[in-house]
Every structure is written in structure tokens, then in C-alpha cells.
């Protein structure tokens, strides 16, 4: 079917022209996060498209209406003319990039960095525009010539409508059908190749309280990558009790890889024949960690728990995915919510038939996919006549219909990044500066805990963004976000996207959750005994310099 090479590579229009580069300047403001420059290409990129389509329809919707048009050669100028206000514009913008993102970065204690790469965030805005732009005619020339063709048989309106439709189905299967489908599976089997690999450094551990020990149901190479991590770290009972000054137990690590059972309801079974294994109903706390799309558990959110009960826990966690989490809630968001669940179900029906005095005290936890999966794998219609002792969910993803819920019925007189919900009865929030004890009234025996910064973009994206201003933006502002950071339509909701797959935020900070905020929490949420204010002190010292150097060797 032969096509019009004329129009697919014509001038582009200048009122898109015009429209493009006021989106592009805004995408540079700051947003949430500092991002790096192919990232900032992408946002900027996608805006400037995103313009062009608005001006170049205003432009159609101009013509079609028949209102009065320029002649050719007025029509020439105002193309140059456009041309030339759209490459000052954009050159203006770029060349002030650099402050906006210095100062987001001089907001969160970052070290300053090279000046943002100009001509590479132009370059790959001009990429993509480039490509949106030949696509989307090569769409109107396809849909042209089938309409064209049918109109020898059926009415020419009828044939455009058909013509549109044809084409729509073609792309549409190109696009979702082989290169979204063909993606996905590519990043699983890559995930899958990863998730496999072993690291040099991690030693397999003896311990018979550690999964993947010699003692173990589940064989240390069915564990996966962050499985491994998990289980050969941490510390032991010396370590422990050297910090403490007295005695102390070896904590318990149990984790379950998605290579060791394909069946969510077969891995939760080999989750509780380790935990029966190793003893851990016996421990004083039971940590039931939901973990994150590929495995990973955070390690400044166990640490503190294991310090603080001297090692009296036992932590048991069971994989989902080897997807990353944005890619995990887009293949296969149901699978982690019913890995969480079948685990729960276990582990909690076993729980509630121990007499009370001889159970542990049971929590969950969960940060990012793992929050929102731990938010799932209970209803509280459940366990209200029998309720576990407490839940910590860090940076819930935006999606959470549970955090959506505690935000949306929040006392009005208190902000969205730190909500004050029902006099604190049950569910509170905190930040960097705390939250959970800013209450006169008791906390309940059943203790729900959010940890989110006011600059996680994850936690705080909306897709109303695109055409509402954020409630978050109102003021008071949460500590961390800049006061110059503007709504703008459209181009708002593309920064907090891009926002979200940026990871290099310092502790405390976006989605990088600090060790010493997950103390804070866990001393409000189990208020352990024995602890006076210069253990304490000591204690989050000594976490605050072992995620300092977990930051330097992952830089490394």
C-alpha cells in the first residue's frame, strides 16, 4: 500500500511548535525528586510531544470550522516565526535547568552536581518527539489509504470511520501485542536469569535459624538473589549483645524463593514447615515481611526490630516475582497480593490457636509493592475478634486503597503527607520529624503504621495530576518539597511519573526510607523494655553508620 512520503515528512505545524515548547520549558521546573538527564530527556520529551498534539488539533480544529487562514506566504513566516520562538524558549530553559535542580538537591543534602547535561536532555527530547511525530503520520497516511480504498464500495464517511478503526487495531496489536508483550517477557526472563546468579561475597549461611542452611527445607540456591542477601546478613547473637550490653538470642531469617515452589500456596507451606523448624512461634515477636517485586527486603526496617527485642524475633518472608516493582504491578499485580495473603492465612491461623501468654507478638511488614501487598493479604473483618499486634508499611504505593482510605478520611485540619486519621485509635502516620506519638489518646491493640515522606513520588502520584492541582501542594508543605515546585497541567503528572523511577534519593528522603525513621517507628509501635535513652542513642548510631556504608558499597 504505497503512502504520501511528502506529508509523512512535512514541516511540523507551528502552532504545535508554539504549544510544545511551553510544556517543554515547564517540564524543566523542579519536581519531587532530583532526576538524571535521560530521564529529564524522556519527561521533557514526552511533554513537548504531548503540546505539539494539543497546537497542531487546535490547528485542525481551526481549519475544519472554516475560520479565515493566512495565505501561503504568511503562512511561511508565521512557520519560521514559530520555529525561531521555539528555539529560544527551549534554549532559555535548558540553560536554566541547572539552578532549579541544585536547589532541589541543596534541600535534601545532596552534593552538588555537574551542570545538567544541555544538549543531551535536547537531544533526546528531540528523539522522541521526532518518532512520536513520524508514528502518528504514518498512522493518518495508513488510515488514509485504507479509507481511499473503501470508498469505491461504501460512503466516504463511513469508509474514513473504518479507516481509522483498521488502523487503530493494526497499531494497537503491534504495539500491545508484540513490543509490550515481547518487553515483558524479555525483563522476566532477564529478572529470572539475575535472580539466579549468586554474588562472590555472600557466604551461605550454617546457622540452622537461617534459611539455605544445611539444615534447611529450602536449598540456598532456590532462594534467589535477594533471598540470599537477606539470609547471609544481619547480625548474631554476639554482635547483639556486645551493642546491648547483655544477653542476647541469634534471630531468626526465613525466606522462601519463587524457585523453591511455583504455587503461592505451596511456598506459604514451606514458609511455615521452616518457621516450625527453626522454633520461631517460640520467639517473643513474629515479623511477617511482605517484600518488594523482586524479592528485596530492606534492611534499615528489620535491623532495628532485631536490635531492640535482642534478637527475640524471628523475620519470615516469602517471594513473588523476579520483576522489579513498577514491572511486577504492571505483569502480574494479582500474584503478589495472593503470595502475601497465603502466607498470612498460614501463619495466622497457627497463631490464634496458641494460648495468648505463649504466642508471639505478630507484625507485618512491608515497603513499596510490599506495603500495598501487605495491605491485601488481610481483611480486618477477620482478625477484629482476634487481631494481631501491629503493622509498619512504608512509602505505600499511590494505589493503596487502604493508605487512600486513612488519607481521604483524615482530620481536615491536617495535611495529606501527614494525616492525623480518628484521634490516632488505630492507624498513624509519620515522617522524618515522627507523628505516631502526637496523640493524647491511648494507641489500640491493633497498631497501623505509615512511614512516607512528603517528597515519595510513588506514594504521592496522582493521574488527576494531569488536569488538578495535587491537595499535597496546598499549604503547609510537607518539610521536604521545595516551595517553588508549581502545578502545571499535563506536565506535572509526567514529572511525579518520571519521579517515580528515580531511586537515588539520599535516606529520608522520596522513597529512600532512613534506618533511624524505621527505629523511630518500631519503639512506638512494640514500646520494648529496658531501653534508656543512651542505648538508644547508641543503637541508632551504630544502624545510621551500617546504612552509610550499605549506601557506599552499593555505589561501588
Not at 535542580?101 to 522522541?128: D, H, K, N, P
Not at 502526637?438 to 491493633?446: E, I, N
Amino acid at each position: 500500500m504505497p503512502l504520501n512520503v511528502k506529508r509523512l515528512f512535512a514541516p511540523p505545524c507551528s502552532s504545535g511548535l508554539l504549544v510544545g515548547s511551553i510544556l517543554f520549558a515547564l517540564s524543566l521546573a523542579p519536581s519531587l525528586v532530583p532526576r538524571p538527564f535521560l530521564l529529564q530527556g524522556l519527561v521533557s520529551g514526552v511533554s513537548f510531544t504531548l503540546g505539539y498534539a494539543f497546537g497542531a488539533f487546535g490547528r485542525w480544529l481551526w481549519s475544519y470550522l472554516e475560520l479565515p487562514e493566512p495565505g501561503e506566504k504568511a503562512s511561511s513566516r508565521i512557520w519560521w516565526a514559530s520555529a525561531g520562538v521555539c528555539l529560544v524558549v527551549a534554549t532559555f530553559f535548558l540553560w536554566n535547568a541547572s539552578e532549579w535542580q541544585t536547589s532541589l538537591r541543596a534541600l535534601m543534602g545532596m552534593e552538588e552536581e555537574a551542570r545538567v547535561r544541555r544538549f543531551s536532555v535536547g537531544f533526546v527530547t528531540l528523539a522522541i518527539f521526532s518518532g512520536a511525530l513520524f508514528l502518528s503520520r504514518l498512522f493518518r497516511e495508513f488510515a488514509r489509504e485504507v479509507s481511499l480504498r473503501l470508498q469505491r464500495n461504501i460512503p466516504r464517511r463511513i469508509a474514513n470511520a473504518v479507516g481509522i478503526l483498521l488502523a487503530a487495531s493494526v497499531f494497537w496489536t503491534l504495539t500491545e501485542g508484540v513490543v509490550v508483550s515481547g518487553a515483558l517477557r524479555l525483563a522476566d526472563s532477564s529478572y529470572q536469569t539475575l535472580d539466579r546468579l549468586g554474588t562472590d561475597e555472600l557466604v551461605r549461611p550454617t546457622s540452622p535459624l537461617r534459611s539455605g542452611s544445611p539444615a534447611s527445607l529450602v536449598a540456598w540456591e532456590e532462594l534467589g538473589r535477594q533471598g540470599r542477601v537477606f539470609v547471609s546478613s544481619g547480625p548474631d547473637a554476639g554482635e547483639i549483645a556486645a551493642l546491648t550490653g547483655g544477653p542476647a538470642m541469634e534471630p531468626i531469617r526465613v525466606y522462601v524463593g519463587r524457585a523453591a515452589a511455583e504455587d503461592p500456596a505451596e511456598r506459604a507451606r514451606l514458609a511455615m514447615e521452616e518457621l516450625h523448624r527453626s522454633g520461631a512461634f517460640e520467639r517473643s515477636v513474629l515479623l511477617l515481611v511482605t517484600p518488594t517485586g523482586t524479592g528485596w527486603i530492606d534492611p534499615g526496617a528489620i535491623l532495628p526490630m532485631e536490635y531492640l527485642t535482642r534478637g527475640d524475633v524471628a523475620t519470615v518472608a516469602a517471594q513473588y516475582s523476579y520483576l522489579s516493582s513498577p514491572l511486577a504491578l504492571l505483569a502480574e499485580g494479582a500474584y503478589g497480593a495472593e503470595m502475601a495473603r497465603a502466607l498470612f492465612l498460614k501463619v495466622y491461623a497457627h497463631w490464634t490457636e496458641l494460648p495468648p501468654d505463649r504466642r508471639p507478638r505478630l507484625y507485618l511488614q512491608g515497603v513499596s509493592l510490599g506495603a500495598l501487598n501487605s495491605s491485601l493479604s488481610f481483611d480486618l473483618q477477620d482478625i477484629l475478634a482476634d487481631p494481631f499486634h501491629g503493622v509498619l508499611w512504608s512509602g505505600p504505593p499511590f494505589r493503596s486503597e487502604a493508605w487512600q482510605r486513612a488519607v481521604r478520611d483524615r482530620d481536615p485540619s491536617s495535611p495529606p503527607w501527614l494525616p492525623r486519621h480518628r484521634e490516632g485509635r488505630v492507624v498513624r502516620f509519620m515522617n522524618q520529624h515522627g507523628g505516631l506519638d502526637a496523640f493524647d489518646g491511648p494507641w489500640g491493640p491493633l497498631r497501623i503504621a505509615y512511614l512516607q515522606y512528603a517528597s515519595d513520588p510513588i506514594t504521592f502520584f496522582s493521574v488527576d495530576s494531569f488536569f488538578q492541582r495535587p491537595d499535597w501542594l496546598e499549604e503547609p508543605r510537607g518539610p521536604d518539597v521545595l516551595p517553588e515546585l508549581r502545578w502545571y497541567p499535563v506536565v506535572t503528572m509526567l514529572q511525579l511519573a518520571a519521579d517515580m523511577m528515580v531511586g537515588d534519593a539520599p535516606p529520608g528522603f522520596g522513597h529512600t526510607f532512613a534506618v533511624a525513621h524505621y527505629l523511630e517507628a518500631w519503639l512506638a509501635l512494640t514500646e520494648p523494655e529496658g531501653w534508656t535513652e543512651a542505648r538508644l542513642s547508641r543503637l541508632r548510631n551504630h544502624l545510621m553508620q551500617e546504612e552509610e556504608a550499605r549506601r557506599l558499597a552499593s555505589e561501588d
